[in-house]
């Protein structure tokens, strides 16, 4: 299995850019409604906390001068206005990350794209802030001058430093992992834990011939969109990526007494083949090849552990990682895309559209006990 090469003419850096039909058309509709279903639950935190700090708000501004009911009403409500802008305003940025403003964005220094989305946030809030005063607070056709020369650049000033906090609460989240910033705060693996879980080991095939035709950064751009692509099925069947090594990448599954839960890691799989396929003619486009990839997958329990000081990280070790490592390997051998172990089919049961070789027993380096090694096509992605 390889790399499919679709050309053999070097292109520029500016012609690896992937083509805007790549983002648009259904494909941004579909991110849109992904991205707005999995917000739900942000949007109500976002209008109860609106409602909230609302009220603090009148209550160190104005309660002296509006003490009633009603103007705490007022207010919430004007809270609940902007935690659903700021709500909005995330959506677009999340559904929009893969057009071409959003990759343009990325390109430039995380404090750039912290600045601009900032700016973006406030100019937001601050629009609707200005409506929001004319429909609660009517006064005539005008906006009040102390409204204007107290509350606005007020409102400017709070909103911009909530926007640029709550951006780098995000990077930061992104660039540790949710995992790892849980852990320091709460100290879950300050010691060694035991867990089980599947773990999935994909691998990206034959990228070093390709570096070698390609050249290394081009490679890498490849390889870089491919984890950028595959990181929305991941996300979308419940999977979390520790870590990505090369051209590699790592991502896990709590072990649970569902089978349909435990299928996700196949289901994943399916889907990211899937959407692998459909994104085939932009990486055509773009690199002149189709990324082939391969997976292995196993089950077992997992010691997890944070690691480092200047640089921290969590670390797996165990027996589970190596044999997930192997499976992927062998995937090779036996010219497949995806092989699991014995204990991974037995944990999924037989969830529909799965076609399973017969197991093979087969040898794993540094392992004496030999591991059941399944061959399995057709897996259904719509658990």
């Known amino acids: 299995m390889g790399l499919t090469r679709i050309g ?23 991110d849109f409604v992904t991205g707005f279903r999995r917000q739900l639950p942000v949007l109500f935190g976002s209008l109860a906390l609106g409602f909230v700090i609302g009220c603090l708000y009148h209550a160190v501004f104005y309660d002296s001068a509006s003490p009633g009911l009603r103007g705490y009403v007022l207010s919430g409500l004007n809270g609940v206005g902007i935690g659903f802008t700021a709500w909005a305003v995330q959506l677009v940025f999340i559904s929009g990350s893969r057009s071409d403003l959003g990759e343009a964005l990325r390109r430039w220094p995380v404090a750039v794209e912290l600045l601009v989305r900032a700016l973006v946030m406030t100019m937001a809030l601050v629009v609707v802030g200005l409506v929001l005063q004319f429909v609660l607070f009517p006064s005539g056709r005008s906006v009040p001058d102390e409204w204007l020369r107290v509350d606005l650049p007020r409102i400017i000033v709070i909103s911009f430093a909530v926007s640029l906090i709550f951006r780098l609460a995000i990077e930061s989240r992104q660039f540790v992992g949710s995992e790892l910033l849980m852990s320091a705060l709460l100290g879950t693996y300050h010691r060694p834990a035991r867990r089980e879980l599947i ?18 950064v081009r490679v890498h751009d490849l390889i870089t969109r491919f984890f950028y692509d595959i990181d929305e099925p991941i996300r979308a069947f419940g999977g979390r990526v520790h870590s990505y090594v090369g051209d590699e990448a790592i991502f896990t599954w709590p072990v649970s ?19 692998m396929a459909r994104l085939a003619p932009s990486y055509q486009r773009a690199f002149g090849v189709v990324p082939n990839f391969r997976a292995g997958i196993h089950a077992g329990p997992v010691i997890v552990s944070e690691c480092g000081e200047s640089k921290r990280q969590l670390a797996y070790f165990g027996d589970t990682m190596n044999v997930a490592a192997r499976l992927c390997d062998y995937c090779k051998a036996v010219d497949a895309r995806l092989v699991v172990s014995g204990k991974v089919m037995r944990l999924v049961g037989t969830p529909a559209g799965i076609a399973g070789a017969e197991g093979q027993a087969i040898a794993v380096r540094g392992r004496e006990e030999q591991v059941e090694a399944h061959v399995v096509r057709g897996a259904s992605h719509t658990c």
């Open 8 to 30: 053999s003419r070097r292109r520029s850096d500016r012609d690896s850019r992937v083509p805007p039909q790549h983002f648009g058309g259904e494909r941004g509709r579909s």
């Open 257 to 275: 007494d569902d089978p349909a839960r435990n299928a996700r890691c196949i289901a994943c799989f399916t889907a990211i083949e899937a959407k």
């Open 199 to 216: 773990v999935v080991f994909l691998d990206l095939a034959s990228s070093t011939t390709l570096a070698e035709s390609m050249g290394e």
